[in-house]
């Protein structure tokens, strides 16, 4: 859907911009050559020298095209070379992103692209561990999907489904032993202000939803959710996890030659996982992001609206809009 937008937009900036051209360098010229001959047969006759004033006006559908024409332009550049706005629609990334967020990614970050076939035009640097990344879905690149760089390339990665903790051992990819390992720490587990919701179904129980609910009052239905602050390297975010609630490990992605919840990054690929660890389908289920997937690094909320996945806004957040921390 992402690329057909810019499909669009490329098209209808190339359309306007030609009928621009060829407008402002052919056709106005001759029709200011045309007003001066009408105006001069027509002499000191008003009533002609109005027709034919008329005649040679420029139509209507040139104007409007070479009127909408630079507003295409600025657009085309600024969301397919500096900023694209995206809207979160989901919990994965809470708390440090909620359903209702609209974020800026900056899609120069990661190098320029082409907007339409995602290839590089030019290198402009590479993710690095706890940035907030935009990437076309490995298994299915039409949709967009956010989440954190746990692991860069050549990284092992080691996940304890029970302490719900990641280690991270650096350039291990290759090599059977690993130097050390990268210091990730974690704080002790506190209740959050964030309650997930349920709703029976005939299959069992399905999430309707996050609440944010003081942790001193109760929510009928709902699991308090537990925080805790994860530090990765020199980066430190909020992490959500679901108290008691056990991993489907099973469904985690096997990678050859590896044990189950270990990965080796490969190259040219990232490990990425969502901050609700407990509800973020994330590399954990579905493998690596290819670095030709990536779209650009979030860095700000520019508008936040109240709101459930699914459901219409119900309020305005303007204390959540600024920089993405």
């Known amino acids: 859907m992402a690329n057909m937008f810019a499909l669009i937009l490329a098209i209808a900036t190339l359309i306007t911009g030609i009928i621009w051209c060829v407008d402002r360098f052919k056709l ?3 029709r200011r050559v045309r007003q001066a001959q009408l105006t001069t047969a027509a002499g000191d006759d008003a009533a002609h020298d109005k027709a034919a004033l008329k005649k040679a006006k420029q139509p209507g559908w040139i104007e409007t095209c070479g009127s909408i024409f630079p507003v295409l332009l600025v657009v085309f550049i600024v969301r397919s070379f500096l900023y694209e706005p995206f809207q979160i629609p989901s919990g994965s990334m809470m708390p440090t992103l909620l359903v209702g967020d609209f974020i800026l990614v900056e899609k120069f970050a990661y190098g320029i692209k082409n907007p339409i076939t995602q290839t590089t035009l030019i290198p402009a640097g590479h993710p690095q561990r706890g ?3 935009v990437f076309k879905y490995p298994p299915d690149p039409k949709l ?3 989440k954190r760089v746990i692991g ?3 990284d092992r990665i080691i996940y304890d489904p029970l302490n719900k903790s990641v280690t991270v051992q650096p350039g291990c990819a290759n090599s059977p032993s690993c130097s050390s390992a990268l210091a990730v720490t974690y704080s002790d587990m506190a209740p959050s202000d964030f309650v997930q919701t349920f709703d029976s179904t005939g299959s069992g129980e399905s999430s309707t939803g996050f609440l944010q609910v003081p942790p001193d009052r109760q929510v ?3 699991i308090r959710l537990a925080e805790r602050t994860e530090t990765l390297g020199n980066v430190t975010h909020h992490i959500l996890t ?3 609630q056990q991993d489907q490990v099973g469904m985690y992605y096997h990678q050859r030659s590896q044990q189950l919840a270990e990965w080796s990054v490969p190259d040219g690929h990232y490990f990425m996982m969502g901050d609700n660890r407990d509800d973020s389908a994330d590399s954990r289920f579905w493998g690596f992001v290819p670095e030709k997937n990536l779209v650009g690094k979030a860095t700000a ?9 699914g459901q219409w806004p ?3 957040r303007l204390r959540r809009i600024g920089g993405i921390h």
């Open 314 to 316: 119900t309020g305005v």
């Open 301 to 309: 909320i520019w508008m936040s609206f109240e709101k459930q996945e």
């Open 152 to 154: 860069l390339p050549g």
């Open 144 to 146: 967009d999907y956010i």
């Open 220 to 222: 009928d239905g709902g």
């Open 242 to 244: 679901v108290p008691g």
């Open 28 to 30: 106005a010229p001759a």
């Open 131 to 133: 940035d907030i990344v």
